[in-house]
């Protein structure tokens, strides 16, 4: 059974740091690159980042550079996304997703998803 199980998240004052993690089962995890999105009450899904099989290619939305930074560690199936100087417009559910391709910034074409954890910035 292909599962992305998720971790962290929960409520942060502003300027606070989180780190989400997603752990990988029942896929070649090696084989696949890994989003991160998020979605917040009333607004569409966006792409937050995306990094590559190997690690080695990582990709952040504008406004994400310079605070969130992505990593996996293949050893483990589990991929992580550290985010700091939270903003209150960071506020939303993330949600990571897998597939077997180059990154893209379409969740459409992201054929697994974990079941998302909430992130709180409070001002």
């Known amino acids: 059974e292909v599962q992305l199980v998720q971790s962290g998240g929960g409520l942060v004052e502003a300027g606070g740091s989180l780190r989400l993690s997603c752990e990988a089962s029942?896929?070649?995890?090696?084989?696949?690159?890994i989003g991160w999105f998020r979605q917040a009450p009333g607004k569409e899904r966006e792409g937050v980042s995306c990094i590559s099989t190997s690690g080695l290619n990582i990709y952040y939305a504008d406004s994400m550079k310079g605070r969130f930074t992505g990593s996996r560690d293949n050893a483990k199936k589990t991929v992580y996304l550290q985010m700091n100087s939270l903003k209150p417009e960071d506020t939303a559910v993330y949600y990571c997703a897998a597939r077997r391709s180059s990154c893209v910034n379409n969740g459409k074409l992201y054929p697994y998803w974990g079941q998302g954890t909430q992130v709180t910035v409070s001002s």
């Open positions: 029942g896929f070649a995890f090696d084989d696949y690159t």
